[in-house]
């Protein structure tokens, strides 16, 4: 007995410390490492660098601004309409917006040069037009398409937990749709539009694929940042430009702290309804959300059946025909190894990341540790700074003694893994916050301890949030670019860098077989970790 107490408080210690270790070391360090070089060293004064970038800076500000209002507007259609439709039509527009965050980030502006470019499907194909898409309309256009479906997602969410009882009680009163929505509905769901707005704006200025694709000579911050590194080779100004863009960033991520407090107070005080009140199809904003929904979902198919049209066919003598040629031509652009990289590097970043995040919610909410909370705080930096700010701090922090990684495959992996803390520890916060805790009570009324209460509570009551927090970490790193473009050496590239490549040197089918290529492996995985689950929770209540 001895022994085994000896054991859990081992095991309970060495797993503590190793966590506020890795967090300070992974985390912590590079943030801390790149603002000291940025700001001791280089030689550049950061007032002077402001003044000779402030159209830079007015760029970017002004691309942000427009995509945060118009992706709003885009998200609150999307979001109202679920009020007018029955059930299954929710399910299917859902399960739709669903399937657009297994697609790389920057897939859209490869669907809009395809559609709008100079030999677009519509402009050149359609209309016999030449047309220039490039500039801040398409980067404006282009990211508020990008940034609706997730926005949308959490609005629904929210609307769901909205008491059905209020709406009904408004309708039997006598109270128009448009009444219900401006009374009942858009105050109960304003902390999640702040913080949806805050988001596209901070996503928005963060976002380097889209400006550097159809930005052409219009320049913002973060592909000046790109630019800075891969064309110019200045480790410094891309840090300069990345602490920038890092200061509204920091400053919107207080204001969306605010609101999402308010947010969380709202979500645990209602009950959780998964079917709302259905409204009355009438009304100004049944008319407008219907209108901007059915533009934004037929955006959607042409955006991504662009893209699979564009991975079949081969253009002879003005016309499209089903070719394999495409695929020939991938061939050359990606190999198994690559392929077999990609998913091997997205299944252990996904599995690690989900582990560190659930033990920190463990230490932070079962076991009611202070200084955890600290490190779950220090664990949300990545999510709320650009991407590329984490993969500079990498490289400043891991080129010399005493931890010298650059140019390695450990670099990149690590880099994925703590990238995606923030967010999971969001979900698993949630998903613990559901456990009895007199189920640990009875474990510690028992004799057992740690070990115990991982094996027979805490992970097996967790498993379905692990699931998703483990695919969500998949998809994202089959998907991310931003934090690891820096950091993959020549011969150690993933699929989304080699598609990123691609839609630069202008090979817009290669880009679009690994396009579809990326969304079938993820779409895959899903099913098959979802089939896990439902196998593992059916043979458990069996049991029961």
């Known amino acids: ?7 859990n408080r081992l095991a309970y210690s060495i797993t503590y410390l190793a966590i506020l270790i890795a967090i300070l070391v992974f985390i912590f360090y590079p943030y801390a490492a790149i603002l000291t070089q940025a700001l001791t060293k280089g030689g550049t004064n950061y007032l002077l660098f402001i003044q000779h970038n402030l159209t830079l800076l007015w760029h970017s500000l002004f691309v942000a601004i427009l995509t945060t209002v118009l992706s709003l ?3 609150l259609a999307l979001t109202i309409l679920q009020l007018f439709l029955k059930h299954h039509w929710r399910q299917v527009l859902r399960l739709i917006l669903l399937v657009t965050m297994v697609a790389p980030p920057f897939v859209t502006s490869l669907a809009y040069i395809n559609l709008f470019g100079r030999r677009g499907l519509i402009t050149y194909g359609l209309l016999h037009l030449t047309f220039n898409p490039y500039g801040p309309q398409g980067i404006i256009l282009m990211q508020t398409v990008s940034f609706s479906s997730l926005n949308a997602l959490l609005l629904i969410s929210i609307i769901q937990k909205v008491d059905p009882g ?12 448009t009444r219900i929505l401006l009374d009942i509905i858009l105050p109960a769901i304003k902390p999640g539009i702040m913080v949806v707005a805050l988001v596209s704006f901070i996503r928005s200025l963060a976002d380097f694929q889209t400006p550097t694709i159809i930005g052409g000579s ?3 911050l973060s592909s000046a940042g790109y630019y800075a590194m891969i064309s ?8 300069l430009i990345n602490i920038t863009l890092a200061i509204p960033a920091v400053i919107g991520f207080f204001i969306y702290i605010h609101y999402n407090r308010s947010l969380t107070m709202l979500q645990h005080g209602l009950a959780d309804n998964q079917m709302m009140s259905i409204l009355p199809k009438s009304g100004a904003f049944w008319h407008c959300s219907l209108s901007v929904s059915i533009l934004f979902y037929l955006v959607l198919i042409l955006q991504y059946g662009s893209i699979f049209i564009n991975a079949i066919t081969e253009r002879q003598l003005g016309h499209y025909h089903l070719s394999l ?11 198994p190894e690559i392929i077999g990289r990609t998913i091997a590097y997205s299944i252990v970043a996904g599995f690690i990341g989900s582990l560190i995040s659930f033990l920190i919610v463990y230490y932070h909410q079962v076991r009611h540790s202070h200084l955890m909370k600290l490190v779950e705080m220090v664990g949300t930096l990545p999510y709320i700074l650009p991407g590329t700010f984490f993969g500079l701090g990498y490289l400043y922090a891991f080129s010399e003694k005493p931890l010298v990684m650059t140019g390695t495959s450990a670099i990149v992996i690590i880099n994925l893994i703590f990238k995606q803390v923030a967010f999971a520890t969001k979900a ?5 916050s559901q456990l009895p805790t007199t189920y640990f009570k009875i474990i510690h009324d028992l004799g057992g301890a740690t070990i115990a209460e991982w094996q027979d509570v805490f992970f097996p009551l967790t498993r379905r949030g692990f699931a998703l927090t483990f695919l969500n970490g998949f998809i994202s790193t089959m998907t991310t670019i931003g934090s690891i473009i820096f950091l993959v050496h020549p011969g150690q590239e993933l699929l989304t860098l080699v598609m990123f490549d691609a839609v630069q040197q202008n090979e817009y089918q290669v880009a679009s077989v690994i396009a579809c ?9 899903a099913g098959i970790v979802m089939t896990m689950v439902w196998f593992a929770e059916r043979k458990h209540s069996h049991v029961l």
């Open 517 to 525: 290529l990326i969304i079938l492996i993820c779409l895959a995985v």
């Open 325 to 335: 040629q495409p695929l020939r031509q991938t061939a050359f652009f990606i190999s």
């Open 73 to 75: 507007i885009t998200t």
């Open 218 to 220: 219009y320049q913002v």
């Open 232 to 239: 110019l080779g200045n480790l410094h100004l891309a840090a």
């Open 428 to 432: 698993a916060n949630a998903v613990v």
């Open 166 to 177: 209020l709406i009904n009680s408004a309708r039997s009163l006598g109270a128009t749709p």
């Open 1 to 7: 007995m001895r022994t085994q107490r000896a054991t």
